[in-house]
């Protein structure tokens, strides 16, 4: 009963924050409305008794991607409200609308085709049974480092790799170009006054020394 | 199905939850009393500090001066800027205080953990019970997953004040936080290699009793994971946590001089109270994690063993003080760090320092779990430094080789 309830008040949060997302003008409400829905996951996969998954839905997700979301979008500037009449790919609505309506159909199929094969419960595999008597976190700890123990390093790999690329990427230019980058130009910052009157210093172009 | 499973939870349900209730109520009771305890201690021995009176009006020592500020800031004119985003304004102030009650919610404050029987469990009304909110499985997890969603009130308020000075400190205060929480985590990572759950519960039972033997004289050392962990993930979670705080001398985020209030420039009247209630909460909590973490929670000295309940209780609170009294001498005593140094500082000695202690730590678990001779355990030792320093070369060399050959193509391109 209490399992309902909590699975009732739980699916609320996450489908009006999942609304919230799709709804919200502004790309930051859109991102905050996306935490919800995080941490209205994290409430079923309590309810579900896998508070590992809980935790760590709220410490990766919601702590860490949704924040470089937040970072992009305040950094990149694009945190106003947009005028959604503008389409930026031709025929993009239409298209929306037909893969949402098939990934929706795919996922009613899987919760009533395939309710017990999902889950595990009804497997029969005692290993996959819930009341085995070791907590979730040992469970996933053990099959992480003997089964998956290949999957995981390479992941693990994979990840460092993504991050080292990210930095050769950026880092393309000569550094003889970025030292041109940091001249004073380049670092002029706009400034308007209070009353949105250009307020803003003028700084000239400091010439290089020609040694 | 999940509620059964906890054994102190069987029985009748409506018992059950009136004694939740009440435990969340104390908590939240004792966070507010103790925060405004706090700002009065603070005050007080930094006036000491720096030869000053300090707050001697309100109530006897001036103990009731935080709560006439609070009643002062309820009455104050609320503020909210033009430019604002009203709704991620008026939301963020929130999003700063729950996650710093709920991470209380964990904290073992006391119970009596002595003998073999000694699990903390104390009887409220004929109801078996402990002294702390909740126990959940992932225990320290719950800190990290809360002190992560903290970092979002920083960073919408100082987005959504639509000013210059609040978005400066916002983003220094979410480029802070991240990094000092991969050094956090490390130093707990340590914790937990020793102690082999997450439950804070079981962690503060696990260092009840007495410790290893100091000099051959018994029962004079705590059980405490200080002595098995070590002194390095200690002090990296002290500095660490510090940072996390936005504590001086890591008070970047809102300094003064340099970007007026930092993120809370544009609060006012009861919203900007509580931000400051949420900043003060965290010292508490974090004092409250250290405590159970590295120094036994509600366990006193080993050699010291009355009877009761309350005495973890004031084991845990003199324990908190010596914590909330280290952050006041290091406010008092030192500057505020450079942006640089602070990255630094982060990045290039606490990450490495912890995360080589963490290796260390699991080289010699998994040594003790093999039951290795003293002999593997230095040769392996010994060469496994050396493959390390030989690597640590080799990325020094490189880095310095690279070094080079950018400051030669600058000075080609540049004549």
């Known amino acids: 009963m209490a399992e309902f309830i909590t699975f009732f008040f739980g699916a609320a949060i996450i489908l009006a924050g999942a609304i919230g997302v799709v709804v919200a003008r502004n790309a930051v409400h859109s991102a905050l409305f996306l935490i919800q829905t995080l941490l209205g996951v994290a ?59 098939s990934l929706l159909a795919t996922a009613i ?48 790999a994979l ?52 040694s | ?30 966070l507010l009393v103790a925060v405004m305890l ?64 709920l991470v209380f919610a964990i904290i073992p404050i006391g119970g009596d953990f002595n003998g073999d029987d000694g699990d903390g469990v104390v009887s409220i009304f004929g109801h078996d019970t402990l002294l702390q909110v909740a126990d959940p499985p992932v225990g320290v997890l719950w800190f990290l997953a809360m002190s992560s969603l903290a970092i979002y009130g920083v960073m919408l308020a100082g987005w959504s004040s ?28 340590s914790v937990l290699l020793v102690s082999g759950t997450l439950s804070t519960h079981a962690m503060v039972i696990d260092q009840s009793g007495e410790g290893p033997a100091f000099l051959g004289i018994e029962n004079i050392l705590p059980a405490w994971y200080l002595l098995p962990v070590g002194i390095v993930p200690f002090v ?25 209030g930092g993120f809370h420039t544009e609060y006012s009247s009861i919203r900007f109270a509580l931000f400051f209630l949420a900043e003060f909460m965290n010292q508490i909590t974090m004092g409250a994690l250290l405590v159970t973490l590295f120094l036994g929670g509600p366990n006193g000295p080993a050699f010291f063993f009355p009877e009761g309940w309350w005495i973890g209780v004031f084991w845990f609170f003199v324990k908190l003080m010596g914590f909330l009294f280290l952050l006041v001498w290091v406010r008092a005593t030192l500057p505020r760090f450079r942006y640089d140094q602070l990255m630094d500082f982060g990045w290039k000695l606490l ?43 080799m990325l020094t060399l490189a880095i310095r080789n690279a070094r080079n050959e950018r400051i030669e193509e600058m000075e080609d391109a540049h004549g």
Do not use: C
């Open chain 1, 159 to 210: 990840l460092t790799i993504g991050v080292i690329g990210a930095v050769v990427l950026t880092r393309s230019q000569s550094s003889a170009d970025q030292l041109d980058d940091l001249a004073p130009a380049s670092v002029d910052l706009p400034s308007l006054a209070p009353e949105g009157a250009n307020d803003e210093h003028h700084v000239d172009t400091v010439e290089e020394d020609a």
């Open chain 2, 162 to 189: 639509g000013s210059k000075y609040p978005l400066i400190g916002s983003v220094r205060a979410s480029a802070q936080m991240v990094s000092y929480e991969a050094a956090l985590g490390l130093a707990l990572a």
């Open chain 2, 351 to 393: 990450i490495p320092l912890s995360l080589g202690w963490f290796i260390l730590l699991a080289f010699i678990q998994v040594g003790r779990d093999e039951a290795w001779s003293t002999a593997q355990f230095v040769g392996l030792g010994v060469g496994l430094a050396a493959v390390f320093l030989a690597l640590a070369g």
């Open chain 2, 1 to 30: 199905m999940m509620f059964a499973q906890d054994p102190l939870y069987a029985g009748d349900w409506l018992g059950d939850a009136l004694i939740a209730g009440l435990k969340v109520l104390v908590a939240f009771a004792f």
């Open chain 1, 43 to 101: 409430v079923i996969f309590v309810v579900q008794e896998a508070h590992f998954l809980a935790a760590v839905q709220i410490v990766v997700y919601a702590g860490a991607i949704v924040i470089v979301f937040l970072f992009v979008i305040m950094l990149l500037g694009v945190d106003k409200a947009e005028d959604l009449g503008v389409e930026p790919i031709a025929g993009q609505k239409p298209l929306a609308v037909v893969l949402g309506a």
């Open chain 2, 38 to 101: 706090n700002i009065w201690f603070l005050r007080k021995v930094i006036s000491d500090f720096q030869n000053r009176i300090g707050p001697n009006t309100a109530g006897r020592w001036g103990i009731l001066q935080s709560l006439a500020d609070g009643i002062k800031l309820f009455f104050k004119e609320d503020l909210i800027p033009e430019n604002s985003d009203r709704f991620a304004f008026k939301l963020a102030p929130y999003l700063s205080l729950v996650p710093a009650f």
């Open chain 1, 109 to 156: 199929t899987f919760v009533l085709v395939a309710t017990d094969g999902a889950t595990g419960v009804g497997s029969g595999d005692p290993e996959r049974q819930l009341d085995s008597g070791i907590t979730d976190i040992e469970r996933i700890g053990r099959v992480l480092f003997t089964e998956y123990a290949v999957a995981f390093q390479l992941t693990a």
């Open chain 2, 236 to 260: 990296v979670f002290i500095i660490a946590g510090t940072a996390e705080l936005n504590h001086p001398p890591f008070d970047l985020v809102e300094a003064e001089q340099e970007i007026v």
